[in-house]
């Protein structure tokens, strides 16, 4: 098998051990899908791999319900370097002002990876976050949402932000979504990463 076609696969296996690694809450196996100063970014959490780990089994006690669902993956590599952007869609459960409710958030994983030892890993994960929507778990219930909380929130996650800010979360404004200086500066980030740049772990480079 060529080179380049086995870094491809094994790339895809790491995006997709991601998901179900950390759906299923198997937090070890989660652990080898990255490098050490692996750095997160979602709407209710920006820190190291560890930390996200540590919040998200104190979360899953408080009764915490996140899943996600990948798509297709394009990858970008270059050496031992690639960025991977992986089609996907996060669901939440919780009771939203009494109300049983799911968001589903369409977008897009982007992820800066590397090759060490014969090992690649995830360096930074972002979250581009392009559509969403929110439905009571029951049909027959009427879902009124305060507008203006609803609003605060950049279109791509404003529901999945309007739920979480609900039951506790601090959401993160100015998250990449379908266009923006927000989504641009990470496709510069990626340019960057495969050019050779040294700060993947700092969310404030660029």
């Not at 190291?48 to 998200?56: A, K, M």
């Not at 996140?66 to 990858?75: A, D, E, M, N, V």
């Not at 641009?184 to 495969?194: N, Q």
């Amino acid at each position: 098998m060529p080179r380049d076609t086995a870094d491809r696969l094994a790339i895809r296996d790491l995006i997709e051990n991601w998901a179900v690694y950390r759906d299923a809450r198997l937090w070890d196996q989660f652990r080898t899908v990255w490098h050490k100063e692996g750095w997160m970014m979602a709407t209710w959490f920006q820190g190291p791999y560890e930390e996200f780990i540590r919040v998200g089994k104190e979360g899953y006690a408080k009764g915490v319900r996140f899943l996600h669902f990948l798509g297709g993956t394009s990858i970008e590599l270059k050496g031992k370097r690639a960025v991977a952007q992986t089609k996907m869609t996060i669901s939440q459960r919780a009771v939203v002002d009494g109300i049983e409710c799911d968001v589903v958030c369409t977008g897009r994983f982007y992820n800066l990876v590397e090759k060490r030892k014969g090992r690649w890993g995830i360096v930074r994960r972002e979250t581009i976050y392009e559509k969403d929507r929110m439905d009571p778990v029951d049909p027959s219930v009427t879902l009124k949402l305060d507008q203006a909380v609803l609003d605060s929130f950049p279109e791509g996650y404003r529901h999945l932000g309007y739920l979480q800010s609900r039951i506790g979360f601090p959401v993160r404004q100015g998250l990449p979504g379908l266009k923006g200086t927000s989504v641009e500066k990470i496709y510069a980030e990626g340019k960057a990463w495969l050019a050779g740049s040294e700060k993947p772990g700092d969310p404030n480079w660029a």
